[in-house]
C-alpha cells in the first residue's frame, strides 16, 4: 500500500510537531518553512522574549542579594559600588545565538526522523495540492501552520530604529533610555516589564483602565502594582494615535491628545494572520473576518483534506495550543484515535514579575455559567520556602466545585508560576477534586506547601458531597 503523504505549510509548533506525530504513524512528510525551523516562536517570539525577561529577572535577583546577606565585598568596606548595567548588544548577540541553536537542535530532529523540509513560500493549489515555488507536490492532506505577525497601526508604522514590532527588539544595541509601550496585553506588559527591570524608563499605554485586561483582576492589579513600585508611568483609558520618529526620540500621540516622548517606542497592539496568498479562496477554505482560517476542534478546516493549527486560526496565540491542534490535526487525518481540543484545559502563563499562570475557568467565567464554587487563597508570603527566597508578593488561588469538590480553575502569581501550574493543570484536566491535591504530599518547605494548603482549605466541599 502507498504511503500517505502529508504536506505542511509552517515550521513552527503547530507544523513540526505535527510532522513528527505523522511521521512516526507511517506518512511521508514534507514541511514547507520559507523563514527557519520554528517559525515564529522560536525566530521572533517566544524563544527571543523569554530569553530577555529571563535575562531581566536574574538581574532582578542579583540586585536582591543584599537583602539575603550577600554584598560586594567593596561595600563591606565602605565603598560604594555600581549597579549591575546591562549591556544590551551583549543580551542580543546571546539571544540570537539561542534562537539560532533552537532553530537548528528542530531541523536536525526533522531529519533524524526523515522528514523532508523544503525552504519556501508554500500555497494551496485548486486540486488539494501544494505549490512551492512553481513546483506543485501531491498530499493527501495538508496543514496550513503559517502563524501571525505584528498589527501594524496606520500613522504609527514601524521603522525597525526607533518605532518598533517585537520582532525588531533583538536588533537594538543600547538600552534605551525611555521605552514607551503600546499596548497593556501579554506582550506589551511582558516587555515593559522587563525593559524596566533592565534599566529603562518605561511608559506603558493601556486602553483599559488597568493592564492585562484578560487575566483574574487581582492577578493583574498586582502587577501593575508591581510596575508602578519600579517607577513605571502606566497612561490608562486611551490608545496612540500615532508615532513619530523625530530622529533623536519618539513622540506618541494619544487619542484623548495626550503626549508622551521617548527614545523607543515599541507597538504591541496584538497581530494579523499570515493567510494573504495562500490560495485559501480557490482551495475552498473559510477565513472569518478577520482572516483567520475557520477551523473545528479537530483542526478541519471547511476544505476537505486541508487542517490548520497555530495563530493563523485565531483559537489561542499560544505555542503549546498550535503544537496540539497540530497533533490532533495529523491524528485525525491519518485514522488515529483523537481528543478534540478542550480550551478549558489549557494552562497559560504572562512571563510579568511577578509571573501569572493560570488553568481552567476563570471566576467571572463560572459567575456568568452560574457554577457553584468557592475559592480558597493564600499569599506567598507566608510560605516558608518563599521567605528563604527573598519573595514578599504573589498568592495561590482555587476555584472549586462547592457540591462536588472538583477543581474548575486556578491562578498563580509568584516567582517561577509558569513552573508551579502544572499539578493544578493536571487537577483541572483529569477532573480531580481539592482532596486530591490536599492529599497528596509535597515537599517540605516547598512553594508547592502552599498548593496544597490552598486546597485543603476547601476540604468541606467534598464533605458536601457525601451528604
Known sequence: MASTHIAIIGGGPGGYEAALVARKAGADVTLIERQGMGGNAVLTDVVPSKTVIATAEWRTIAERAPQLGIRDAARVGG??????????????????ALVEKQSSDIAARMAKNGIEVVHGRGMLTTGGGVEVDGETLDADAVLLAVGARPRVVHGAEPDGERILTWTQLYHLQELPAHLIVVGSGVTGAEFAGAYSLLGSQVTLVSSGDRVLSKEDPEAAALVQESFAQRGMTVLGGSRAATAVNNGDSVTVTLTDGREVTGSHCLMAVGSVPNTEELGLEAAGVAVDPRGYIEVDRVSRTSARGIYAAGDCTGVLPLASVAATQGRIAMAHALGDAVSPLDLRHVASAVFTTPEIATVGASEAELKDRGIFYEVSRLDLARNPRAKMLG???GFVKIFGHTVTGQ????????????EHIFPLALAVTHHLTVDDIAGTFTVYPSLSGTTAEVARRLHHLADASRN
Not at 560604594?80 to 542580543?92: K, P, R, T
Not at 477543581?407 to 509558569?418: D, E, K, Q, T, Y
Open 407 to 418: 477543581v474548575l480553575g486556578a491562578v498563580i502569581v509568584g516567582s517561577r508560576a509558569s
Open 79 to 96: 565603598t560604594e559600588v555600581a549597579e549591575h548595567v546591562v549591556d544590551l548588544a551583549a543580551v542580543n548577540s546571546r539571544v540570537s
Open 391 to 393: 519573595m514578599d508578593g
